[in-house]
């Protein structure tokens, strides 16, 4: 076991600045934000300033940024925690500010998305990070259990939101993205049973829960599949497991099903691993949409999935809103992207999506005066403007301003 890094590449890793990005003076920073929050008032768009100063600040790897911002936004004096707003309004807040930084990670990746989750995680109070939930409602990615109908629930979402955002030219992207890697978009996350694919399930009779399930589990390589993990599948025809495993049968199913079966048991074996595929017996699907007819025939991409069926995609989406604590509207959804990617900079094509993606929630069937106002043209460039005034002061861009005499 390697416990300390050698010499040599430790002295290699603190080369190429591997610290995130200097704060700016916090009076620096809280004059733009409260620039910025004033027009937002003005406009009734707070919720839509609160996520595009997250996003632009994560963007930004300013994650020391993350708790000035949450303490800006939740007290009258950003110094003194006596002028706290209510608990409930703070918690109102860290939600949404999680939430937008959860959805920041399809943007910008997963390093800068930590960063800024860990720090706005220290500046939450006690009280309001016990009143955050704690419990994954998106079980498909984070608890590695699906049903049927959550699979459906997550491919409706994913397809809808991307229709939203992409057409008239959907279909046309879908399929460009897939021709540049033909992993990009169809990954081993498929909920399609074409007569070759490989269905497989554990008899898990005496382990507690039983029934229809899909779960990606990292399993180690180099050991021959136990041969009775392969039970009969209703609607075709059995198979092999995909990959190998290295614990007992019983531990593993134990493992899936039985009381012992949370997020932190997985976490100890998720070594370095392939992610073996293991299908429940599961009905067919139906048929793909027409508007989304791609070069591969799978009902969903990954790509889709993941990021927007169940990342991108508000909970219920395109259902009404859902209450979902800290939930995000499709509006509010496009302002990430855009804020994120007007951040980013050199990315004009992606950027440029997202603004129409933005223009076009104006269409959506329930839109608050809040998201009406947001993708509309002036409330789209205010979006833009306030990216930027944020930015620039975040990342040491805005000069000081000259003492009068």
């Not at 997550?154 to 992207?173: D, M, T």
């Not at 382990?207 to 990292?218: A, D, I, K, S, T």
């Not at 989406?317 to 900079?345: N, T």
Request: glycine fraction near 6%.
């Amino acid at each position: 076991m390697v416990k300390h890094l050698p010499p040599a590449i430790k002295q290699l890793l603190a080369q190429r600045n591997p610290h995130a990005f200097a704060s700016p003076p916090v009076h620096r920073l809280n004059s733009v934000l409260q620039r910025t929050r004033t027009e937002a008032q003005k406009y009734g768009v707070e919720d839509g300033w609160l996520v595009l100063s997250t996003c632009t600040l994560l963007t930004a790897n300013t994650p020391a940024t993350m708790g000035d911002l949450y303490r800006f936004a939740t007290r009258t004096e950003t110094n003194t925690p006596q002028t706290s707003i209510a608990r409930d309004a703070r918690i109102d807040v860290a939600a949404k500010m999680r939430e937008a930084a959860l959805k920041s990670s399809i943007f910008v990746g997963v390093p800068r998305t930590i960063l800024a989750l860990a720090s706005m995680t220290e500046a939450f109070e006690d009280n309001v990070k016990n009143g955050l939930r704690n419990e994954s409602h998106r079980q498909v990615l984070f608890l590695l259990i699906a049903t049927p109908s959550n699979i459906e629930d997550v491919v409706s979402r994913g397809h809808a939101l991307w229709k939203s955002i992409y057409e008239p030219h959907a279909e046309k992207l879908y399929n460009k993205l897939g021709s540049y890697h033909p992993d990009f978009i169809i990954l081993p996350l498929s909920a399609n049973w074409p007569k070759t694919s490989s269905l497989m399930c554990r008899n898990v009779s005496g382990y507690g829960r039983p029934g229809p399930r899909l779960l990606f589990y990292p399993l180690p390589l180099g050991e021959t599949p136990f041969s009775d993990l392969v039970v009969p599948c209703p609607s075709r025809p059995s198979v092999v497991l995909t990959s190998s495993i290295l614990r007992p049968p019983t531990w593993f199913a134990s493992i899936i099903h039985g009381p012992h079966a949370n997020p932190k048991s997985r976490l100890r074996i998720a070594t370095p691993c392939c992610w073996a595929r293991l299908y429940a017996s599961l009905p067919p699907p139906p048929p793909s949409p027409s508007s989304l007819s791609c070069n591969a025939s799978s009902l969903d991409k990954a790509f889709i999935i993941q990021a927007y069926g169940v990342v991108l995609a508000p909970h219920g989406y395109p259902v009404v809103p859902s209450g979902e604590q800290g939930d995000i509207s499709r509006a509010l959804g496009s302002v990430v992207g855009v804020a994120c990617l007007r951040a980013e900079s050199r990315v004009g094509p992606q950027l440029t999506s997202h603004v129409f993606g933005l223009l076009k929630a104006r269409n959506e069937p329930v839109l608050s005066s809040e998201d009406r106002w947001l993708s509309s043209d002036e409330g789209t460039e205010w979006v833009i403007r306030s990216v930027d005034q944020i930015y620039d002061v975040a990342r040491g861009g805005e000069p000081e301003p000259e003492a009068k005499l």
